[in-house]
Structures are given as C-alpha cells and as structure tokens.
Nanobody, 122 residues
Framework: VQLQASGGGLVQAGVSLRLSCAAS????????MGWFRQAPGKEREFVAA????????YYADSVKGRFTISRDNAKNTVYLQIYSLKPEDTAVYYC????????????????WGQGTQVTVSS
C-alpha cells in the first residue's frame, strides 16, 4: 500500500484544516487507518483511527472534540479534519495502515505515508 498525505500548511491559531491521505496499491477497504503526528524533538504519537468500514473511530484524549477522522472508500482516501488549531498541534502528520484494531502503537501500523507538515502560528 502506498500512502500520500496532503493538506498541511502554515496557518493561524483558531482556523480549521483538513488533511487527506490517498492510498493506492492493495485493496484499501481491507485496512483500518490511523493518523499520527510528530512534533519537533518528540516521539511520534497516535492521533486517531478509523475502521475499514468507517463505522468505528477512536481518538487520543488530547484531540477528542477537535479532530474528526473519516474515510471515503470509493476514493481510497482517509481524512483528518482539525478544528480550532492550536500552536501545540504543530507537527508532521502521518497516515498509516493497520490490519489490527484498537492499538495506538506505532509498531502496530504496517505502512506509512511521507507525512504532511502542519504549522500553527499564534
């Protein structure tokens, strides 16, 4: 599976942003998808995940209520909508694929995109 993340940029605090992750290769609909982020000098951390059907999602506690993950299997794309961006959201955001469910661990995800940079100014 090849993943291409996009939609990042330099934005002001308080605005919203939607990240996209386009998948190609193996059957997209077989995989659960996740978003992670990595801020400078910090470890990569889990943000959100969505089941292959789109029927179940879960989030890191730090982003609940402001982030929404969704997917469009017809377009082989998963999205991360971010509302009310904060400077602490500044990071490289990565999408990833897993065959498991419920894990927030980096090692549980098998394929990764290249990441898209989100920079939030105050």
């Amino acid at each position: 599976v090849q993943l291409q993340a996009s939609g990042g940029g330099l934005v002001q605090a308080g605005v919203s942003l939607r990240l996209s992750c386009a998948a190609s290769g193996r059957t997209f609909t077989r995989y659960n998808m996740g978003w992670f982020r990595q801020a400078p000098g910090k470890e990569r951390e889990f943000v959100a995940a969505i089941r292959w059907s789109g029927g179940s999602t879960y989030y890191a506690d730090s982003v609940k209520g402001r982030f929404t993950i969704s997917r469009d299997n017809a377009k082989n794309t998963v999205y991360l909508q971010i509302y009310s961006l904060k400077p602490e959201d500044t990071a490289v955001y990565y999408c990833a694929v897993t065959t498991g469910w419920g894990s927030r661990a980096v090692y549980e995800y098998d394929y990764w995109g290249q990441g898209t940079q989100v920079t939030v100014s105050s």
